[in-house]
Antibody
Framework: QVQLVQSGAEVKKPGASVKVSCKAS????????MHWVRQAPGQRLEWMGW????????KYSQTFQGRVTITRDTSASTASMELSSLTSEDTAVYYC??????????????WGQGTLVTVSS | QSALTQPRSVSGSPGQSVTISCSGT?????????VSWYQQHPGKAPKLMIY???KRPSGVPDRFSGSKSGNTASLTISGLQAEDEADYYC??????????FGGGTKLTVL
């Protein structure tokens, strides 16, 4: 069965960077895409960007352009999201979510458990 | 991309039906048949309930249905049950390999 397991909670100071990982299992990682979505406390879901695990191509939301980098390690079936220049407004739960490119999917069928990132001085 | 517009809250009694709307533009909801809906219980990850406007993933009860007219998509839940109480989010493909979510709707089962 498909599983996405994310790295643990992080506490960072303003101005720092954070890197969250997402290990995939139960499917062929390099055939599909991995997206990142965040949710600030009590707020809506916010799409951040994605990586095509087939070739490493990325696309980022304009909201995060220049601050976010999404990468993949095909040998480890892992996608990662790094967010820089953190402020308190980046305090949120960060989710990875799969999109099944092989069926022409435009929806997130499996989600990681979420990683809480707290930005505090 | 501005968020899609959803009502902040809806409510209904057990057994009743409720509909949640999701308004966008011709650049997202109206321009593509790629609207999906997610259910989120407190402290949990979202769960896919509807995709491609009207399709239900395996395991999702047929009480959940989706539709679209113009720039507005809708999620209808019939035969409300207590476990349906959750937050619901719509999401649309917005072209150029980008996506946009709605603001979320809190469903209360009275």
């Amino acid at each position: 069965q498909v599983q996405l397991v994310q790295s643990g909670a992080e506490v960072k100071k303003p101005g720092a960077s954070v890197k969250v990982s997402c290990k995939a299992s139960g499917y062929t990682f390099t055939r599909e895409a991995m997206h990142w979505v965040r949710q600030a406390p009590g707020q809506r879901l916010e799409w951040m960007g994605w990586i095509d695990a087939r070739n490493g191509n990325t696309k980022y939301s304009q909201t995060f352009q220049g601050r976010v980098t999404i990468t993949r390690d095909t040998s480890a079936s892992t996608a990662s999201m790094e967010l820089s220049s953190l402020t308190s407004e980046d305090t949120a739960v960060y989710y990875c979510a799969r999109v099944e490119l092989t069926v022409g999917g435009y929806y997130f069928d499996y989600w990681g458990q979420g990683t809480l990132v707290t930005v505090s001085s | 991309q501005s968020a899609l517009t959803q009502p902040r809250s809806v409510s209904g009694s057990p057994g009743q039906s409720v509909t949640i709307s999701c308004s966008g533009t011709s650049s997202n909801v109206g321009g593509y048949n790629f609207v999906s809906w997610y259910q989120q219980h407190p402290g949990k990850a979202p769960k896919l309930m509807i995709y491609d406007v009207t399709k239900r993933p395996s395991g999702v009860p047929d009480r959940f249905s989706g539709s679209k007219s113009g720039n507005t998509a809708s999620l209808t839940i019939s035969g409300l049950q207590a476990e349906d109480e959750a937050d619901y989010y719509c999401c649309s493909y917005a072209g150029d390999y980008s996506f946009v979510f709605g603001g979320g709707t809190k469903l209360t089962v009275l």
